[in-house]
């Protein structure tokens, strides 16, 4: 008997989201960047600098909440290897 090869494949979700609370969001986007292990003195700006960019990015605080990792935490035999998390603003919807 063999035992089966890795697969890797790409899978794609688009999600559209709906946020009431702006503020709410970006509050908890800094708070988890604090929380974070990162070693600051490695990276190209400091942990400061990072706060005010994420208060100033609605999109980036959210892309950096979203967990890809629980879209297949629970399918057994299956382990996110990589992942890339990007918002963009959606079309207004027509009255």
């Known amino acids: ?37 990162i070693a600051w003195e490695d990276e190209d700006d400091d942990l400061a600098t990072a706060i005010v960019e994420l208060r100033a990015d609605l999109l980036r605080s959210i892309a950096g909440l979203a967990d890809p990792e629980g879209l297949v935490r629970d399918v057994p035999g299956a382990e996110v290897t990589g992942a890339h998390v990007w918002a963009e603003p959606a079309a207004a919807p027509h009255p």
């Open 1 to 37: 008997m063999t035992t089966p090869r890795p697969v890797t494949v790409h899978l794609h979700c688009r999600l559209t989201v709906t946020v009431d609370d702006p503020e709410v969001v970006t509050a908890l986007a800094v708070q988890r960047l604090r929380e974070a292990d």
